[in-house]
């Protein structure tokens, strides 16, 4: 779907046929956010084929976080694209991941702070919870918001898996609800459009899940 001119999501659908939401940029270099699971990213291939994009063109992939529902594809890809997600993150999940799924090789490595590629300037949040390094994407000029497995519309990411924190999540939460926010593009589920819509939804969250965290 476009969400708006230069941005298309791919949304997740089940666990048969896709994966994560994946996120696709196109402006002077081509951005693709969580491409997912090796063996559904042929999801994700007819969907940038349906843009006229082809995976050997993409210029980055990034990752918000390590979980291979997210990440596993990103081995798919060779030079000149070039991949990157955050160094604690890469670090944690290899040794967790060891001779379960093989975790790509960084070409660099995201931490909190700014983030430019070519024209598209992010601001990186480092927010931990879900996963100890996983990170969100600000894209400022267009007031979006990438957040991986860290908030839904109307729920939160799981905090019962390894590397888990409910009160380091609960932060995280906190820090991403103050941006001024239009499009809160998540890593499964419906995105939320709207600043009242997104504004809502960080309250609905406070008010109801931090009870459980």
């Keep these: 779907m476009k969400v708006f001119d230069g941005l298309h999501a791919f949304i997740w659908q089940d666990y048969s046929a896709n994966n994560c939401n994946t996120y696709c940029i196109e402006s002077d270099r081509k951005i693709l956010i969580d491409p997912g699971h090796l063996h559904l990213f042929s999801a994700v291939e007819r969907e940038l084929k349906k843009l ?30 070039l ?7 890469h670090a944690f999940i ?3 991941a060891a001779g379960y ?13 700014d983030l430019t590629i070519g024209a598209i300037d992010f601001q990186v949040f480092v927010t931990p ?15 979006a918001l990438f957040t991986g497995d860290v908030v839904f519309n109307q729920g939160i990411g799981r ?9 380091d999540l ?10 001024d926010v239009e499009y809160l593009l998540t890593g499964h589920g419906d995105i939320v459009t709207g600043r009242d819509k997104v504004r809502e939804n960080f309250a609905m969250i ?3 899940w931090f009870n459980y965290l």
């Excluded at 980055?60 to 030079?79: I, R, S, W």
């Excluded at 790509?104 to 931490?111: L, M, T, V, W």
């Excluded at 609960?170 to 941006?179: M, T």
């Design 94 to 96: 290899r040794e967790l």
């Design 170 to 179: 609960k932060r995280s939460i906190v820090r991403l609800s103050e941006l």
């Design 83 to 89: 991949f990157a997600m955050n160094r604690e993150e």
């Design 129 to 143: 919870g879900h996963s100890p390094g996983s990170v969100c994407f600000y894209w400022k000029d267009r007031k």
């Design 52 to 81: 006229g994009v082809s995976p050997d063109r993409l210029d980055v992939v990034l990752a918000t976080h390590g979980h291979p529902d997210h990440l596993e594809a990103a081995g798919k890809f060779e030079k000149p694209t």
């Design 206 to 208: 406070q008010d109801y």
């Design 101 to 113: 799924f093989k975790v790509p090789e960084a070409d660099f490595f995201i931490g909190e702070g």
């Design 159 to 167: 905090t019962d898996l390894p590397g888990g924190n409910p009160r």
